[in-house]
């Protein structure tokens, strides 16, 4: 099966989980393969805030998701924390877009010093060290000086810190178009044409 492009999404615990599986959604329709990674506090925060209870088990998981979104054989597949020989693990095959969406500060400062006790923390270090494209989507607040300095350091080695702030300028109407607000500015930021919010001086579409 042919698809457009491949990229790694990577949901951990911080709050946010609408933004996670609402750029799953889009991924999908736009026909990329999606390789997905869900930490054990991503579950607990996707049955809290989506009521959502994704199997613990990689294949089951996959199964489920590719119901969900009607996905195409093989266009989701998720990996467990220990896969270490799925794709992701190695610069020779792992996608050269990846983003952890939403991301904890614990994820971020794992990835800042490149621990990789884990698959998303290995598959964001491949991303780094292959001089990828990684974008963090990290929703905390008050940001701490330990959290600004992790983000800095990322940001100087050309990881995207994409703070999960929706504007107010396209005058939601809901909360999913703040979601589709977050949304759409990764998407820009992936390459990917996008019709959930115009650019700032075009008409707002709907």
């Known amino acids: 099966m042919a698809f457009k492009g491949q990229i790694t999404l990577a949901i951990t615990g911080a709050s946010g989980a609408p933004y996670a599986l609402r750029l799953l959604e889009i991924l999908v329709k736009a026909e990329y393969q999606v390789f997905v990674l869900i930490s054990s506090a991503a ?5 809290t805030e989506e ?4 199997p613990a088990n990689p294949q089951s998981a996959t199964e489920w998701l ?8 093989e266009q989701i597949r998720v990996f467990g924390k220990d896969e270490w020989f799925s794709p992701v693990a190695s610069g020779s095959a792992a996608p050269k877009q990846m983003v952890v969406c939403p991301c904890s500060t614990g994820t971020l400062s794992a990835i800042a010093v490149g621990a990789s006790d884990n698959l998303i923390e290995r598959a964001a270090d491949v991303v780094i060290k292959e001089r990828g494209q990684l974008i963090l989507v990290p929703r905390e607040m008050p940001l701490s000086s330990i959290h600004l300095e992790n983000m800095l350091k990322l940001s100087n080695l050309g990881v ?3 703070p999960a702030s929706p504007g107010f300028y396209h ?7 703040l ?13 990917l044409d996008q019709d959930l ?10």
């Open 43 to 47: 579950r607990v925060v996707l049955a």
């Open 179 to 191: 979601v589709d607000f977050v949304v759409a500015r990764i998407l820009d930021h992936l390459g």
């Open 51 to 54: 009521n959502l209870q994704i």
């Open 197 to 206: 919010m115009a650019r700032w001086g075009y008409q707002r579409k709907r």
């Open 66 to 73: 590719q119901e969900r979104y009607q996905a195409k054989a």
């Open 160 to 162: 995207t810190i994409m």
């Open 171 to 177: 005058n939601p109407q809901s909360i999913q178009d």
